[in-house]
Structure formats: structure tokens, C-alpha cells
């Protein structure tokens, strides 16, 4: 299907290749796309992919991500039954494409098997080239034999079992990636669930199997959303467990719902960054079409006469790149769109329609994504939503439960546990508390916990956090870690530049801090001290005392790119027309009129010139300026900004609605336009066109079902519908007077 006219194509670049290896396989599962389904052209391939083609793809490759900067690619060698190439060839394999890729960009290297041919002579290879491992095993062995039988129609359990029992021995268990799991409603959600569990997967992910509207899945004929309900009860299991291992179908549908990305090439709206080589060569688009129609892949391209870049531009390519505009008139109306994204592309295909349908599971998604966000809704009211002091607080609470959960994630990784110890140690000292939880405080450390949360990373920021409020608190703290860079910051006080980064062992007593580094190089930190620089604070009117951050490698979490560390005299220049600002505000009142909505200001990071007022990816309390920024500038967007930073901490602190809904959306959009009124306060046609932009988008929040919002998102609603009224008060009488 060509893209649809109009379709904003995003030319996302491709990152992901399946490499096809070998084109047979040791098992008869009857559910396979590749053998079972309309493409039969597995027939016409080589068995074996050979060393020429092997190495053109290589070549290929490392151009496409030479030509556009990649900083990395993934190639996942798949098959048929990619082990039946033998150790001995698959090292050659591996070998070649990390001489030729490797130098150009990181080399991600993956197979998906079987299991049932996994020996130690595979996993010392893998172990050579660093590959990770993912199996597909049904559940238990009941489970996996209704679909998994070899050739000779033997249960295949056992074998992959015991190929799966060696992957996550100790000596190879770093390569263990993860089990995939293909639906079956037959089979029992919980027993499946467990059996997979069991075997200490890093990752689970459950798949629909392959069908289309002119093939549909088997369900029982008085169960119109079976899938959904099967996936639904395993959610309900895996969440009362405390989702010990992550699901890749819940934590996807978790994040779209939440605003964040799509995890699963078989729901959300990211357009598709994959292409498939065959054994022969050929370019092939999503595997997954196979269950479409003969040919339905196929570009009748190949690697010997054409590029990565020529695959990308083609027709069938760039249809998956086209977001919400290539879907179905159907699934661009859906609710749960942004979640679902139309289901696999494969799912969607009729012989009538094309794959200009939703997805043959389309109940069943719906009924998936709403039963996740039902799930994970608090109806009740929170005090955040009428008071700023309740919301700092709950800020401060969610950073604490952060920390407890990085620590946690990361704590058998290095330098972690000293960390985690030194926290619990300073936060149960007499006096230390509120230090521990300013620091918690400052916006940064969230960039900090966030980056920690879903990926490997260094302890240093939250290790000079903790260092930072031993100082601060004039408590003694002992912690070593490994300090990444030459640059040591210690949050809200300032940074150290050391010879050369390494190991450091860094010492407070009565608030002197000393740093040790493995090369026996020591510093005392101080005013006088060489390769010391504090940050500066400033007071303005008001009473405010703010931290101007510009040091802090944690603060480049802006939209546009934050000023290098400023010298003293652009400093002093920079906190002058800070001070000029608020004492403009606390002239005119500005502040004091946003109420709720006044931002709670204690750090300023300044950006590269002419970028304006910014919020980032940071807790509350930070603002970033251009440092060109001219006071009566900031005087009009500081409401503005206050207004969305408090909207952001408001849904990391409470529910507003049921994840996904309209009703969300259109509290964001009421509340942005009250803010743009704020902003337009002197040029009454701009005014009036916010104001009436955030009338009717309360007007249309009214029409909803009620059940969207829960009782803090009505009470949200209830104070923009009250600021409304006030604000065209004011607007039809500046001096308050009515007619």
C-alpha cells in the first residue's frame, strides 16, 4: 500500500536490520509465517546465506550509517533456524560484520532462535561477538507442543529448555536476552506466564499471532476480545507480582499512555526503522508480511544493485513511516490510537481493502489498551491540584521513590550499592533529612534518576549528589565511584576538573571535602583551590535566591542547546537582568496574579543565545534562558512557563484522567491557552482569540463521558473554567466593572 496522500512522511532512518541466515528450519510449527502462511518464496532461497552476500550487506550497511551518522545499528540474525548454519559459520558471520560495521558505528548483534540446537560451541561465539540471545518457547510444555513439534511431530520443550537452562548459566547469562511467546487463548494465561518466568527471562514478549481479515485468528466463538482478555489476566498477575521482568506489549501500551514512545513494532504510531535481507540478498520489507499475500514483501531489490538508501525510498517503506495520516479512517478516529497505532501492519490486510483496514485484532487491542489505563488509574482526588506546598511535597516524595527504584534496578552494577548505602546512612543522620531532600529536590537530580531508570548508567551524578548534601549538611561521608569524566560537578555547589577522569574516593568531614584519585592526585575544594569553579546564586525581589546553573552536564536536558559555562563578567550581566526582571514582576504583580500557577523557581540554566524561555526534562523548579534573554521577555512568559511546569508535575504526581483519552488532551489544551491569554495580557485581539481557543476546548471537555477525568482532573477543570470567567471579566472591563 503506497502512502496515502497527504501522509506526512517522516524518513525515519533505519536502524534495525533482520538478516536472514538460513532459510530452513528444524521444527514444524504450525503457526509460522515464514512456511505456514501466503509467501511461499522461502522455496526459491538459498539454505544457507552465503559469504558474497553476507559481506555486500556488511558494506552496505556500514555506508548507510557512515553516510548518516548512525550511532548505532542492530542486525538481528534470524532464519528459518538461523543455529542450523553451525558454529563454525556463524562466527565467520559475526566476524564480518563487526571488521566492516564496527569501525563505522556500535554494533548491536542479535539472533532470535528456536533454542533447540543451542550449544556451548554457539554461546562461545556469541560470547566472542557479544550477540544476545532471544528464544521462542510458548509456555509449559503443554503449551509450547500444541504449535512447536519438529519435522517428525516430537514435543520440542525439552530441547529448548535445556538450550535455554545453558543460556542463563552464569558464564553466558549476560547474553540472554529474552523469551517471545506467540498468543494462544487455548492455553492458560497464568500457567504460561509462569512457565516462562520460571525460566528468569531479562525480557517476556507475548505475540498475536500472524492473521489478516481474510484469515483470521481462532477464538472462541462467544469471546469477541479473547486475546485481550488472555493478555489482560497475565497483566493482572504480573502487577500484583510488582512486574518482576519487563513485558514488552504492557510496557509499551504503559508508555504511549503516559505520553512516552512506542516499544513494539506491533502497536504505537513510530514509524518503522527495519529492513530484511534474505538469504539470497534480496531486500525484503517487515517479515510479518508473509502472512499477507505471495509477495507481499518483496521490493525487487538486493544488496548487490542497491543501497540501504534506495531500500528506504521504497513505496512499501515508507507507507510504515507515515504515522497516524496511514491508517484507516477507522483507527485515525479511535481513542486509543495513539497506543494501539493500528496494530501490526501485516494484521490490518483484506484482499479487499488492502491494508487500508484496522487491525484484524481491533477489538481486542481496544479492549487491551483501555482495560491498561482503567488499571493504572487513581479515580480519587489529590490535594496537588489546590496547592502548591502539597505538590512540591509529593515532587519531593516521587524523587525519593525514584532513587529507592534505581538503586534497586542498578544494584549490581558498579558503584551502586555504595551509593544506595551512603543515602540511607546520611538520610537517617540527625539533621541530615532536609538536606538529603533538597537535594532530591533540585531538578537536575530527576534527569539524573530518569536517565538511571530504564538504562545501564554511571553512579556519578547521584554519588556527587549524595557528596553534595554531606557538604551542604556538614555530615561525614566516605564514597568511591568512577568518574567518567575530568569534569567532577557536585550539584548546586560547583565542579572540580581533575587530571584525567578514573576512580575517585571522595571524603567529607565537618563539611571539608577532599577528593582522591587513583593516579594519588588530591584536592581540597575551595575559593582558592586550582580547577575549582562554585556556581553563583543570586537574590531578587521577592526574597527568591536563585542558583544560576551553568555547569551542570545533567542540564543539557533543554529543546535547544544550553550556553557553555559562562565567564564571570557574562555572569554578572546575566543575574543584572534577572534581578531587572523580578523587580519588573514585583511592580506589575505578575507573580502574584498567577496564584497556583507562579513558578517555583530555584534554578536557572543559561541557553544558547536567542532560544527564549524554556522548560526541559527536569523536576520542578528549573527555567532556561537564552542568555541574551531581555527582562520584560521573561516577565511575560514566566506565567506561561509556570503554568505548564505545574501542569507537567501535576501528572507525574497525580492521575487527571484515564490514560489516553480525549479528555486529557483537552485539559491540556484549555490550560495552554489560558496561558497564552497570560501572555497576550497587553494586545487585547490576541487575548480574546487564546480566551475563546481555551472556551471551547472547556466546552467539548463538558461534552465528555465523565468517567474521563477522576475527581483531581474535574477539580483541574473546574479552576481553568473559573480562571476563564474571570479572565474575560477582566477582558470586558480591565477596571473590574461589569457593563
Known sequence: MPPRPGATLHRVKLQQLVLKIHSRCDLACDHCYVYEHADQSWKGRPTVISEETVGRVAHRLAAYAEAHELPSVSVILHGGEPLLVGPSRMRNICAELTRVIAPVTKLDLRIHTNGVQLNTRHLNVFKEFAVKVSV????????????????????????AVRGIDLLRSEEYKHLYSGLLCTVDVANDPIDVHEALLALQPPRIDYLLPHSTWDSPPRRPADAPTAYADWLLKIFDHWDRQGRPVPVRTFDSVLSTLRGGPS??????LAPSDLAVVETDGSFEQADSLKTAYDGAPATGYDVFRHSFEEFALHPGVRARQSGLAGLSDACRSCPVVESCGGGLYAHRYSGEGAFDNPSVFCQDLRVLVDGVAERITDRGFSPVVGSMDELVWHQGELNRNLLAVVADRRRAEPDWGGLWRAFLDLDGAPGVAPHVDEALAHPYTRTALRDALDHPASAAPLAATAVAVAVNAHADLELGWHQPTAELHLPTLGTLTLRAPGPVTVSVKAGELRVRTHRGDEYTPGEASTGWRRLRTVSVAGGTRLLLDDADPLRDCYPVPVAPPLGADE???????????????????????????????????PLAAGTGVRLGAHGLGALGLAVDFEPEDLVRELPRAGRLARLAALRETADLNVPGNRAGRLLDEASRELGDADYWAGEADRR??????????LDQLAARPEDELTDTGRALAAELRGELASARLSSADPAGRVG
Not at 514582576?585 to 496564584?595: I, P, V
Not at 480574546?688 to 476546548?697: H, T
Request: hydrophobic content about 35%.
Open 136 to 159: 521462542s518457547l510458548d509456555g509449559d510444555r503443554t503449551a509450547n507442543d500444541r504449535h512447536r513439534l519438529d519435522r517428525r511431530r516430537r514435543s520440542s520443550y525439552e530441547r
Open 688 to 697: 480574546a482569540a487564546a480566551l475563546e481557543r481555551a472556551g471551547r476546548s
Open 571 to 605: 555572569l554578572d550581566m546575566f543575574a543584572k537582568r534577572l534581578g531587572i526582571a523580578y523587580e519588573l514582576m514585583e511592580e506589575n504583580g505578575r507573580g502574584r496574579q498567577a496564584g497556583v500557577n507562579a513558578p517555583r523557581l530555584t534554578t536557572i540554566t
Open 263 to 268: 516499544l513494539t513494532e506491533a502497536m504505537g
